[in-house]
């Protein structure tokens, strides 16, 4: 099914698009156990080689994506601080924060019980405290966080704004949102007010289209052998639109402009 097509169909309802997607999350933290896929973004390649960041030798494999993570995550200062990944999938993204950016506790939620389950098995050496939650309903109290990261998951929801006015509740005076998403332009003018509206102050914002494609294009070889191993050949279309592989509905729409992948940095005061 194209991807433009299977897009309309969820967009019926918000409830109807929410539903899908957490069936489609459960099948796949379900059927596909493996530890060695903990992350589902695009990824993110700096345009500019000199700020390529250290790793250790063992995230070397998932750098691509891990850059996204810390593209997002090093936009403030997350050491000693309460922080809350929003959408936390296969649980690779938190672990990378907890682990190089040191707050003093990393909370992960997603609205999938079979992802926290998985999380709770792969990383069950992590700091990472994984929990069941919804974003628009988010399981912490009001003030009670530093720093709300949100990395590729919010065309997901079926209520952004309700999202947003969570994200505000349990943020402490002073507190950050470091977010990250894609939509198609129109769409994008809607993010755009509902971030104005959320009561969060713009602190930047960052058209990131660029980097994101950079690392579809860099990565792209490497993604479809080892997504070959993983499925094998029957999901090889859906896999290749899931994944933004090159010929892709995404990648075309990244490339053409008709898509865009913004990073926005919101404080509230």
């Known amino acids: 099914m194209p991807a433009r097509v299977f897009v309309s169909i ?3 309802s918000p409830r109807f698009k929410k539903a899908v997607w957490k069936r489609v999350y459960q099948f796949l933290a379900a059927k596909y156990k493996t530890e060695d896929w903990t992350f589902m973004n695009y990824g993110f390649q700096s345009l500019n080689e000199s700020k390529k960041i250290e790793l250790k030798k063992e995230d070397e494999i998932n750098r691509f994506f891990i850059q996204l993570y810390h593209f997002v995550a090093s936009k403030v200062e997350l050491k000693n601080k309460r ?13 990378y924060v907890e682990r190089y950016f040191q707050p003093s506790k990393m909370f992960g939620v997603d609205y999938s019980r079979n992802a926290i389950e998985f999380c709770n098995r792969v990383f069950k050496d992590s700091r990472v405290d994984y929990k069941l939650g919804d974003a628009e309903n988010l399981p912490f109290e009001n003030d009670s966080l530093d720093v709300v990261i949100n990395v590729e998951s919010s065309h997901c929801y079926a209520d952004v704004s309700a999202f947003f006015a969570e994200v505000y509740r349990v943020l402490k005076s002073g507190g950050y949102f ?18 104005a509206n959320s009561g969060l102050e713009i602190v930047n ?29 029957w999901l090889k279309k859906p896999l290749s639109e899931f994944a933004g592989m090159k010929g892709s509905t995404m990648y075309e729409d990244l490339s053409s402009g008709y898509t865009v992948y913004y990073h926005y940095l919101l404080r509230k005061n």
């Open 10 to 12: 969820l967009n019926i």
């Open 178 to 195: 470091s977010f990250a998403d894609f939509r198609d332009k129109e769409p994008f003018e809607d993010l755009k007010e509902e971030l």
């Open 205 to 233: 914002s960052t058209n990131i289209s660029k980097e994101v494609l950079r690392a579809l294009d860099d990565f792209n070889e490497e993604k479809m052998k080892r997504f070959g191993k993983m499925f094998g050949s």
């Open 83 to 95: 922080v809350l990944e929003v959408g936390s999938g296969r649980g690779g993204g938190a672990d």
